[in-house]
Structure formats: C-alpha cells, structure tokens
C-alpha cells in the first residue's frame, strides 16, 4: 500500500503572493488532515477533510482554505502569504482515530 | 494555551539505558494518546497509542504509562539504541470528537539523543 505524499518538497514564495500545496491519501484512507509546523514547535491543526466536505477547523484565517477531491487527495491553499506562514505543512490521511499516516512535509519560505 | 506540554526540549541518554520522555495535558476530554517520532525531512511516524482506559501499553521496546488522574503520560524506551535519536511528539484525540474528526493535539516536542 502507498504512503501519504506531498508535492513539492520545498517551496520559496514572495510575501503576496498564493500558493497551492498536494497531497496524495493513503490508499483506503477517506480523511485527510493539514497540519502547520513551525520552527520549534509542534504540528498545529490547520483544518480536515472528510469526503470532500471539511469537518474541522483550527485556529487558522479564512486564507487558508483546502480541498478534497473524490479520490480523496487535497490541497491546502494559502492566500496574501505572510512572513509567518514560513513553516512545514504535513498533510496526514486517516481511516480511524487510530490510524493516522503523515507524508514527509512541504517546507515553505516565504520571502 | 497548549493542552499537551512536553516540558523537555531534549534528553541525552547512554545507548541500552533507558530513555523516559515525559507529557502532560489540560484537556479532560483527551481519551486517547500517541506517539510519534520525528526524523529531519521527514514526516511523524507513529511509534505507539494508549486508550484511557488503560494505564499501560507495551510494544517491544516501547511502553507508555497513563496516569490519568494525574494528566500526566510517558514513553519508556528500553533499552535505548542510537538509532533512536529524533524528536518525539506526543499528541491526544479529544472524545467523543464525532464522526471522523480525528484532531490531533501535539505537544512541542522532545529532541532526543542517545550516545553510542
């Protein structure tokens, strides 16, 4: 079975600017999770899909927005990039609270 | 506020001793627990969960204690290998968070180093 990926690895984007990044679920995996990890922090909660339709939301502006898609891939977009949005997105799929797969990380720098 | 606090930012320890890497938590509504291991360029692995309803889970060379009275759980590794050096998150699931919202809580983290 395939693991969760993510797409692109590493990212350098203006400040203004939008960016899109992917990720792949886990085959058999219906939830998908975005979670932001900061430098010296722990993942924090960005929002999850379940069959397409978000089903939680954390502490996160309305600029970052998400999309699930029938084969239960997503998208994490982030408009008007700020300097703080420099981070490590991991995107993470699920199937139960008990199995939660995550992909290596987009490392976004914005400049 | 965080909920799940990882008070130790890293733990050094000598290869086939034991590693205790140690969380707490504020949430009440937390009933289940895991770990995850973390290497650089890559994402958290899970290591090892725990219900509430227990107060001990084991796995090979893994064990975690929940003390919930306390709010308190921890990660016992033995014996350490080097190959264990990474960061260890712990992270919690509130109940009753329906349907298949499945949130994970993470704490910051806990660097550590076992020298060979």
């Known amino acids: 079975e395939t693991g969760v990926t993510q797409s692109p690895t590493h990212l350098i984007k203006t400040r203004g600017q939008q960016v899109t990044l992917r990720c792949s679920s886990q085959s058999g995996h219906n939830t998908v999770s975005w979670y932001q990890q900061a430098l010296g922090q722990g993942p924090q909660f960005i929002f999850q899909y379940y069959r397409e339709e978000e089903n939680g939301r954390g502490n996160f502006p309305p600029r970052f927005s998400g999309l699930q898609f029938p084969n239960y891939s997503s998208e994490l977009n982030v408009n008007a990039l700020e300097l703080d949005d420099s981070a490590l997105y991991l995107c993470a799929s699920s199937r139960t609270r008990r199995g939660y797969t995550f992909g290596s990380g987009t490392r976004l720098t914005v400049v | 506020d965080q909920q799940v606090k990882q008070n130790s930012p890293s733990l050094s320890v000598q290869e086939g001793r034991i590693s205790i890497l140690n969380c707490d938590y504020t949430n009440s509504m937390f009933d289940y627990f895991l770990w995850y291991k973390k290497y650089p360029a890559e994402g958290p692995t899970f290591l090892i969960s725990?219900?509430?309803?227990?107060d001990k889970n084991e796995d090979g060379r893994f064990t975690v204690f929940l003390n919930k009275s306390a709010k308190h759980l921890s990660l016992h590794i033995v014996p350490s290998q080097p190959g264990d050096s990474a960061v260890y998150f712990c992270?919690?699931?509130?109940?009753?968070?329906?349907?298949?919202?499945?949130?994970?809580?993470f704490g910051k983290g806990t660097l550590l180093t076992v020298n060979p």
């Open positions: 992270a919690a699931i509130e109940r009753n968070s329906g349907g298949s919202n499945y949130k994970l809580t």
């Open positions: 725990i219900s509430s309803i227990k």
